[in-house]
C-alpha cells in the first residue's frame, strides 16, 4: 500500500472515531476547559474573553460561582493554543488557558482543565479540587 494512502486512512480513523476520549498520539483529542468565578466578594461580574488564532469564543460574564467551559480538539500539528483575558473591575490579566505543549500534559488523564479566577490570582488545576496558582494580578 503507498505510504500516503495509508497515513490517510489512519488520519481518516482517527476523525471518525469521535467516541474516543484520546487518539493515538494524542492527536485529535478532546479536551474541556473550564473558567469559574471564584471570587468571594463578588461586587463585579468576571467578564472572560477566550480566544485562538481560528476561533474566537466571545465575551461572558460568570457571577459568583459560575463556570463557563467549552471542548475542542487538538489539531493534527499538536498546535493547539487558547488564551483567555479576564476583567474584573479594575484587576484584568491575560493568560494561556490550553496549550498542546504544557498544559495538555499536565491534564492529559482527564482531558479537562480548570482556572478557578480568584481575588489573589489565577489557579490552574485537572481535577477541580487540588488547584496551583499560576498566575498573579498585576
Not at 472515531?17 to 468576571?46: C, M, P, W
Not at 474566537?56 to 487558547?82: C, M
Not at 489565577?122 to 487540588?130: A, E, G, L, P, V
Request: charged share 20%; with cysteine; net charge negative.
Amino acid at each position: 500500500m503507498n505510504f500516503s494512502i495509508y497515513i490517510l486512512v489512519i488520519a481518516t480513523f482517527l476523525m471518525l472515531n469521535k467516541s474516543a476520549k484520546a487518539s493515538v498520539l494524542g492527536i485529535f483529542q478532546r479536551y474541556e476547559v473550564h473558567i469559574i468565578n471564584s471570587f468571594e466578594n463578588n461586587t463585579d461580574e468576571l467578564i472572560v474573553n477566550c480566544r485562538s488564532a481560528d476561533n474566537d469564543l466571545g465575551e461572558h460574564f460568570l457571577d459568583k460561582g459560575e463556570d463557563w467551559h467549552w471542548q475542542f480538539r487538538v489539531n493534527f500539528f499538536r498546535s493547539t493554543l487558547f488564551y483567555c483575558n479576564v476583567q474584573w473591575g479594575e484587576l484584568g490579566q491575560r493568560f494561556t488557558s490550553f496549550d498542546t505543549d504544557n498544559i495538555s500534559s499536565t491534564c492529559e488523564e482527564t482531558s479537562t482543565c480548570f482556572w478557578s479566577v480568584r481575588e489573589d490570582g489565577i489557579y490552574f488545576s485537572c481535577d477541580n479540587k487540588n488547584y496551583e496558582k499560576r498566575h498573579l494580578w498585576p
